[in-house]
């Protein structure tokens, strides 16, 4: 496919979603194969989409949605698993740590485990065996964000599980209701 229809035809979808994994283009493009594979080299290439981890590209698009990009991310790396924003990250946010995760965000999934360098910092994965209904029982919306928050007792009791961070852990805080 020319590189100019490539990329009208995926503009269409960047003001929905910038993750895509090959599967997806190919749909887009009407191509499969080595021709998909060709495609996407020469879009790469030229600058249109950005490979960030294996078999996953990212259309930047100033129309997007406001989802945070590494948060977008996370969820197309373990698209079909229940994941939610937890451990440092989600204790971070609750301020029952001091320290602000910069460029890292930590993610609970019911997938695999891992580590992911992107262009919008590191994705942390961190495998839980909690079933879907303590998952959404526990955690809670989280508004202009695409990845569900563990609630503050449920951030503590992870990171208390886990034996991560617990010595960054502001007990005072964990006490208070708000």
Do not use: C
């Not at 995760?101 to 910092?121: A, C, Q, S, W, Y």
Request: aromatic share 8%; net charge negative; proline share 3%.
């Amino acid at each position: 496919m020319k590189l100019l229809e490539a990329e009208k035809r995926i503009r269409i979808f960047t003001g929905r979603k910038r993750a895509f994994k090959s599967r997806e283009l190919g749909r887009i493009f009407e191509e499969e194969g080595e021709t998909l594979r060709s495609t996407l080299r020469r879009l790469v290439d030229a600058g249109i989409v950005e490979r960030v981890a294996r078999d996953l590209y990212w259309i930047d698009s100033p129309s997007a949605k406001g989802i945070p990009a590494i948060e977008e991310l996370a969820g197309a790396l373990r698209s079909g698993e229940f994941n939610f924003i937890g451990m440092e990250s989600a204790a971070s946010l609750w301020s029952v740590i001091s320290q602000i995760p910069v460029d890292r965000l930590t993610v609970v999934t019911t997938g695999r485990e891992g580590e992911f360098k992107t262009p919008f910092g590191v994705i942390e994965f961190i495998h839980t065996a909690s079933s879907p209904s303590e998952i959404i029982a526990n955690t809670v919306d989280y508004p202009g964000h695409g990845l569900r928050l563990a609630t503050k007792d449920y951030t503590v009791h992870g990171l208390l599980r886990a034996r991560r961070s617990v010595h960054l852990i502001d007990w005072e805080e964990v006490e208070d209701d708000d």
